[in-house]
């Protein structure tokens, strides 16, 4: 059996809780699709709201890339505000009065669960490069060993958006049975050749940073702080569409009147991406961002069923709503049709929305009514069922 729940510190900032933490050791190693195992490996995670008697009220959320088992509590590394307040809590869509939510930070993290910053027990040093690849498919095996640590059998749901998305579509597709229903926000069976290309050039941006020091910077007492802010820059364009970037900023300068002929930032649209680089950097670990976003470019639910995505999910698939937003260019719509014209050619029970918004693909963490009322009424007639 592994050892009992007990707290963790994240690499990212010693001394800060990250919640509660379950060891597993060799008695049960995490076996990965790379064809190395892990036999020693931890999984953080967060709880929120209590489970009920027969143990049938428990909700799982995966995180997105950048994400963490924080979703309704404070950052302990930043202090902020959990990353889906809006979403998650009392009286809210994903209702902790009537569900119990679990968040797991994913194995190849850096906010307490096993990954590359975090030490290798057969050397007492940080693993580095030397940490296997790890998949979307990896990360929720470890999840499924938590639940069933967690002494719950099914879950009632199973709800995410983008790569925490991709996570709930690879639950229904190795664990149907566990689960009643599955919710993917804006996401993709598998990874476009434009979202690989822009995560080569986050990598390529980290791996060129001299103080990356070839993915030893913790030995060497580095960090790749300006490559890393630059991966993260670039990708953040991303998350947002174009109407509004024009929205929010234009061509509005930052605290000038008139350009000022140098490369220091002239627009607000420059001094906000260096912002959100310079933030990123103080809670994220570089090769962390390296690992979670090959994990991501590997995704293709249908790759073992000869490309047909329905025979990933079968006769005995969960209920589904699925969720997308007309301006998400990251992952668009028809990526989502595509997941529900699957789930329709096996029987599948399953319900489509798309929400018209110019928010982008961050559409899934901000205020957005719709998906709200179509959160809470999933999951309602998921308990009522």
Request: aromatic fraction near 10%; proline fraction near 6%; charged fraction near 15%.
């Given at each position: 059996?592994?050892e009992?729940p007990?707290?963790?510190?994240?690499?990212?900032?010693?001394?800060?809780?990250?919640?509660?933490?379950?060891?597993?050791?060799?008695?049960?190693?995490?076996?990965?699709d790379?064809?190395?195992?892990l036999?020693?490996?931890?999984?953080?995670y967060?709880?929120?709201g209590a489970?009920?008697?027969?143990?049938?009220n428990a909700?799982?959320?995966c995180?997105?890339?950048?994400?963490?088992?924080?979703?309704?509590?404070?950052?302990?590394?930043?202090?902020?505000?959990?990353w889906?307040t809006?979403?998650v809590?009392?009286?809210?869509?994903?209702?902790?009065?009537?569900?119990?939510?679990?968040?797991?930070?994913v194995?190849?993290?850096?906010?307490?669960?096993t990954?590359?910053?975090?030490?290798?027990p057969a050397?007492?040093d940080?693993y580095?490069?030397?940490?296997?690849?790890?998949?979307?498919?990896?990360?929720?095996?470890?999840?499924?060993?938590?639940?069933?640590?967690?002494?719950?059998?099914?879950?009632?749901?199973?709800?995410?958006?983008s790569?925490?998305?991709?996570?709930?579509?690879?639950?229904?597709?190795s664990y149907?049975?566990?689960?009643?229903?599955?919710?993917?926000?804006?996401?993709?069976?598998?990874?476009?050749?434009?979202?690989?290309?822009?995560?080569?050039?986050?990598?390529?941006?980290?791996m060129?940073?001299?103080?990356?020091?070839?993915?030893?910077?913790q030995?060497?007492?580095?960090?790749?702080?300006?490559?890393?802010?630059v991966?993260?820059?670039?990708?953040?364009?991303?998350?947002l569409?174009?109407?509004?970037?024009?929205r929010?900023?234009g061509r509005?300068?930052?605290?000038?009147?008139a350009l000022?002929?140098?490369f220091a930032?002239?627009?607000q649209?420059?001094?906000?991406?260096?912002?959100?680089?310079?933030?990123?950097?103080?809670r994220?670990?570089?090769?962390?961002?390296?690992?979670?976003t090959?994990?991501?470019?590997?995704?293709?639910?249908?790759a073992?069923?000869?490309?047909?995505?329905?025979?990933?999910?079968?006769?005995?698939?969960?209920?589904?709503?699925?969720?997308s937003?007309?301006s998400?260019?990251?992952?668009?719509?028809?990526?989502s049709?595509?997941?529900?014209?699957?789930?329709?050619?096996?029987?599948?029970?399953?319900?489509?929305?798309?929400?018209?918004?110019?928010?982008?693909?961050d559409?899934?963490?901000?205020?957005?009514?719709?998906?709200?009322?179509t959160?809470?009424?999933?999951?309602?007639?998921?308990?009522?069922?």
């Open positions: 059996m592994s009992a007990k707290f963790l510190r994240p690499v990212t900032a010693p001394g800060a809780d990250v919640g509660h933490a379950v060891h597993f050791g060799p008695d049960r190693p995490l076996a990965l790379c064809g190395r195992s036999s020693h490996f931890t999984i953080a967060m709880t929120y489970l009920n008697a027969d143990k049938s909700v799982l959320i995180h997105a890339l950048t994400g963490d088992q924080f979703v309704a509590s404070d950052n302990p590394v930043t202090g902020k505000p959990g889906w809006i979403m809590g009392p009286g809210k869509p994903i209702d902790t009065d009537r569900f119990f939510v679990i968040c797991a930070n194995v190849g993290g850096c906010m307490g669960s990954g590359p910053a975090e030490n290798d050397t007492g940080p580095g490069l030397s940490f296997p690849l790890v998949t979307v498919r990896d990360m929720v095996r470890a999840q499924a060993m938590l639940v069933e640590q967690l002494g719950i059998a099914k879950l009632l749901a199973v709800v995410g958006g790569m925490g998305g991709m996570q709930a579509l690879q639950w229904a597709a149907p049975g566990r689960v009643r229903g599955v919710m993917p926000i804006a996401c993709a069976a598998r990874h476009s050749a434009q979202n690989i290309a822009f995560h080569e050039v986050g990598r390529q941006a980290i060129a940073d001299p103080d990356w020091q070839g993915g030893e910077y030995l060497r007492g580095t960090t790749p702080s300006k490559g890393l802010a991966a993260r820059m670039a990708a953040h364009i991303t998350y569409s174009e109407a509004a970037l024009q929010k900023f509005t300068l930052q605290n000038r009147e000022s002929f140098k930032p002239d627009f649209i420059e001094s906000y991406l260096h912002h959100q680089g310079a933030s990123f950097v103080d994220f670990d570089a090769n962390s961002y390296l690992y979670i090959r994990a991501m470019d590997y995704f293709d639910l249908a073992d069923h000869d490309g047909h995505l329905a025979a990933a999910f079968g006769a005995n698939a969960p209920r589904f709503c699925i969720i937003f007309t998400d260019w990251l992952f668009p719509t028809a990526e049709k595509s997941i529900a014209h699957a789930l329709n050619a096996v029987a599948a029970n399953v319900s489509f929305v798309e929400i018209k918004t110019d928010k982008g693909h559409a899934f963490l901000l205020d957005e009514p719709e998906m709200f009322g959160v809470r009424g999933f999951l309602n007639a998921l308990a009522g069922a």
